[in-house]
């Protein structure tokens, strides 16, 4: 258990409609970043917010956006889905600062069809 | 750009076997280097780090040396049991870069199973 809650668990949805994943992050956390798991592969970090402001971003299209909001959960919104969109989407949240642990969920399998 | 290779997929000993599993590493800088490990159905959890060069990571049994000199950060383990298997991802990251976003960098991971 590490405190992260995700929401949904599953979801399928059709390409070209859009999706909404929540995030609760660990208490005492301010910091949430997102990662893109295709199956077989290591997460890839999307981006990341802190203080409620996107804090730095992978290499992913800006149809992939999200949120943070004063309670330091979050969301991400992907547009415009693609079948290459499929995989587990993990949050993580920590304490900002370098070198401290970040904390991941369970994550969200999203499948598009 | 910073990347992180794992030369094994998948990797199969049995019971009592000692193991080491490849990792290697690029970056310009001088990381954090992280062996995380991911069960079915669970995020990644933090398995051990090292923060500096000549640093040893340790947990359950479990080692990494971080060598500067030959850019690797190997999993070592004397005797494994079949509750070690599990997903492993090497990873790392840039204290400089991350002052500002804490981005880990993930190799593609080798699944471990432990043969009874």
């Known amino acids: 258990e590490t405190g992260v809650t995700q929401s949904p668990t599953h979801l399928i949805k059709t390409r070209g409609q859009q999706v909404t994943l929540r995030c609760s992050s660990q208490s005492g956390h301010n910091t949430v970043s997102w990662y893109q798991q295709a199956l077989g592969q290591g997460p890839q970090f999307i981006f990341q917010y802190y203080r409620e402001e996107e804090n730095g971003r992978g290499n992913f299209p800006p149809r992939f956006s999200g949120l943070q909001f004063p309670n330091y959960s979050s969301e991400l919104n992907v547009n415009a889905l693609e079948l290459d969109d499929s995989a587990l989407y993990l949050c993580?949240?920590?304490?900002?600062?370098?070198?401290?642990?970040?904390?991941f969920g369970e994550g969200s399998w999203l499948t598009v069809v | 750009g910073d990347s992180v290779v794992q030369t094994e997929g998948q990797v199969l000993p049995s019971e009592g076997d000692s193991l080491i599993v490849n990792c290697s590493y690029e970056?310009?800088?001088?990381?954090?280097l992280f062996w995380y490990v991911q069960y079915p159905g669970e995020g990644p959890q933090l398995h051990l780090k090292a923060m500096k060069a000549n640093d040893k990571g340790r947990n359950k049994g479990f080692e990494a040396m971080y060598r500067k000199e030959t850019t690797s950060f190997h999993l070592e383990k004397d005797s494994v049991q079949e509750s070690d298997s599990a997903v492993y991802f090497c990873?790392?990251?840039?204290?400089?870069?991350?002052?500002?976003?804490?981005?880990?960098?993930f190799g593609k991971g080798t699944r471990l199973h432990i043969l009874p």
């Open positions: 993580a949240s920590s304490f900002k600062g370098s070198g401290n642990t970040i904390y």
């Open positions: 970056t310009t800088q001088y990381p954090s």
């Open positions: 990873a790392l990251s840039d204290p400089v870069k991350t002052s500002r976003d804490d981005k880990i960098i």
